[in-house]
């Protein structure tokens, strides 16, 4: 049973698609997230909702959009797709988000990201 | 702004040994520090997780500490072995921010 799962593992398409990717996790977890890992491999946050809404959108372009149709799924739409999108996406999800000493991140395995 | 750094950037060492793994974080207003570990290919395994009160966790051969007043911790790995080698990212629990994470330290554990 994989907690947080995500889908496609990988995804290759031409630039100018629109295309998206799924996330579920059946931890009962309050928040999700989405982090994005470059080719330096820095993790850096992207979204994160608390059950269905939108708490953290750092500076991401609006061609990135987020939805969430229950607590349990956060999926990532992405328009317009551009050669500097290509990229490692991770969905991850936490207990509560309340930000407390106890907090813990839990992964997906990641989606490959590969604008041609 | 939360900036966490990581040395070294990557590692090589022998079977057998024992290392350690540093983080460093500019802003001591946190309320916990994960230390993680990614295999290539993979999602992120959480490792060990320390609360800000706390000085160390400890996890088979694992021991991490933590020192918020000068932003510092440490991840030692006793007689490291081969299935030991991956990127080690640790990530800080901000007040009113999110998850920070570092660039991560690339070791390798040779047989």
């Known amino acids: 049973d994989t907690a947080v799962s995500q889908t496609p593992k990988y995804l290759v398409t031409q630039m100018g698609n629109d295309k998206s990717i799924k996330c579920e996790q059946n931890?009962?977890?309050?928040?999700m997230y989405w982090y994005k890992q470059d080719s330096k491999k820095f993790l850096k946050i992207m979204f994160s909702?608390?059950?269905?809404?939108?708490?953290i959108n750092e500076t991401v372009p609006n061609r990135f959009s987020p939805k969430s149709p229950d607590k349990a799924h956060l999926n990532l739409h992405i328009n317009s797709l551009e050669l500097g999108d290509s990229a490692v996406y991770f969905c991850?999800?936490?207990?509560?988000?309340?930000?407390?000493?106890?907090?813990?991140?839990?992964f997906g395995s990641g989606t490959q990201l590969s604008v041609l | 702004k939360q900036e966490v750094t990581q040395i070294p950037a990557a590692l090589s060492v022998p079977e057998g040994e024992n290392l350690v793994l540093n983080c460093s974080f500019t802003?001591?207003?946190?309320?916990?520090l994960q230390w993680f570990r990614q295999d290539p290919g993979k999602g992120l395994t959480s490792l060990l997780l320390i609360q800000s009160s706390q000085r160390e966790q400890t996890s088979g051969r694992l021991n991490a500490s933590l020192d918020k007043s000068s932003g510092r911790s440490t991840l030692y790995i006793a007689a490291s072995q081969p299935g030991d080698s991956a990127t080690y990212l640790c990530?800080?629990?901000?007040?009113?921010?999110?998850?920070?994470f570092g660039p991560g330290t690339r070791l390798s554990v040779l047989p």
């Open positions: 802003d001591s207003a946190i309320y916990n």
């Open positions: 990530a800080v629990l901000n007040y009113g921010q999110n998850f920070v």
């Open positions: 991850a999800s936490s207990p509560s988000g309340q930000f407390a000493t106890n907090e813990k991140l839990f």
């Open positions: 931890l009962g977890h309050d928040t």
């Open positions: 909702y608390n059950n269905k809404e939108l708490i």
